[in-house]
């Protein structure tokens, strides 16, 4: 009797700001059905200094080598804000076994949209517990549960101040949309309809044109940001209904 084939791995990308405890619901949600990996991106969370530097180039080498590390050869890229954009930069190396990319409010390919005394009042406020907890506010639509918010507000105090600095005034900058046609898999965009700060409008004007037009594109009523927390049932309901259509898992 052969053995059954092993499921895939989805590799979970956090936002910035975040870690990859983000996605602990959404993991508990999808049950045993796949393989996944909530890394913690350099600077981030519990993990040290990319090794690589802060760039979106940088942290695509970073989750390229946690691939070729884990030995993956049947798997999906899941991107949230500022992990959206480095999971399409790693898609447009056409790595062998990516499957597909689910991009949960990614900041986009473009330079993100953000106006400069807003990227300069952000610098400012690094390690601020009142900022942090102004931003949870600003990002979160849906009531989260208080445990949550702490644990958005710790994740944004715990950052380093090299990783916060370098994606304001250089990641998020950054314009990789002459590489989307590289991507040659499956794109899946999810977006929350009461996000303050990438809304569905943003996705359309930015994202979309450097993505192939099957990409695509649903939304998550009510849903704010931080849809990994906010809208974990849905966003595990979206994910097998993509990776359904990939027939996988």
Known sequence: MSAAPAPVTLIFL???AGSGREWSAVVEALGPDYHC???DLGGFGDAPAPS???????????????INRQQLADYVLVGHSM?????????A??????????????????????????????????GDPAAAE?????????????????????????????AWDA?????????????????????????????AVLPPQVHQRELLPCLAEATTFHFIEGA??????????????????????????
């Open 224 to 249: 704010g940001h931080l849809l990994p927390l906010e809208a974990p049932g849905e966003v595990a309901s979206a994910l097998r209904q993509f990776l359904a259509e990939l027939a996988v898992g």
């Open 52 to 66: 690589r530097g802060y760039s979106v180039e940088a942290y695509a080498s970073e989750v390229e080598a946690l």
């Open 134 to 162: 102004a931003t949870f506010e600003h990002i979160t639509a849906r009531a989260l549960p208080d445990a949550l918010r702490q644990q958005v507000i710790a994740d944004n105090l715990r950052t380093s101040k090299a």
């Open 14 to 16: 956090h936002y910035w």
């Open 93 to 126: 190396r056409q790595p062998p076994g990516l499957r597909g990319v689910a991009l949960l409010t990614p900041s986009p390919p473009t330079p993100e949209p953000m106006r400069e005394e807003e990227r300069q009042a952000s610098l400012r406020s690094y």
């Open 83 to 91: 992990g959206g954009k480095i999971a399409l930069d790693v898609a």
């Open 167 to 195: 994606w304001l005034l250089q990641g998020s900058k950054e314009d990789i949309c002459a590489l989307m046609p590289r991507v040659q898999v499956p794109v899946f965009l999810l977006a929350g309809t009461a996000d």
């Open 37 to 39: 990996l909530t890394p």
